[in-house]
């Protein structure tokens, strides 16, 4: 492993933080979704929602598309009835029609403290299919937020420019790479 993989691997998320400076969108328990859903749209860079307790220690987080997914099974339940296969997905989708705040729509909580490396932060995020992961002191009271998209950023660094290209000089939409079924170019 080079330097700048290194490097990359063990910068720590409280300095890649800030690289687009994406601040915590944090509701309470109780937090109707609607505004939610609100805060959301007037926060739009953040795309995983924090769930604190009332002491602002997080008790979960919230994917956009959990919230989406609720309003809009309230407004148009048969948009969502389509994914209704099985008895499980059956009652999944009747919670959908009783969610009503926060906490009914909460996962797990998804954390790292500033000291952990990208590299742990991205290991949270990619086991849980999430788009970024919160930042917590010693007590689990968010005190950042990174988004997978800041994670990348590192890692593009890391792989410099020249990484990038393709080993061969034709890449895949070069039109000199198309060719049509009987082998003369397009």
Known sequence: MNDRHRVARDTTVETCQALLGIEP???????????????????????????????????GVIPLIRVAESIIARVEPETLMLDVED?????????????????????????VVGSDTVGDAFRVIHRRRIAGVYIVDDDQRPTGYLDLLELALVYVEALGDASMTAPDATAPGDSASRTKTDGQAR
């Open 25 to 59: 969108l944090l509701v309470p328990l109780d937090a109707d979704l609607r505004e939610v859903v609100r805060l959301a749209a007037r926060q739009s860079a953040t795309r995983l929602i924090g769930v604190v307790s009332p002491d602002g220690r997080l008790q």
């Open 87 to 111: 008895a499980a997905s059956a009652t999944e989708f009747g919670h959908r029609m009783d969610d009503r705040v926060a906490s009914d729509i909460m996962l797990p909580p998804a954390a």
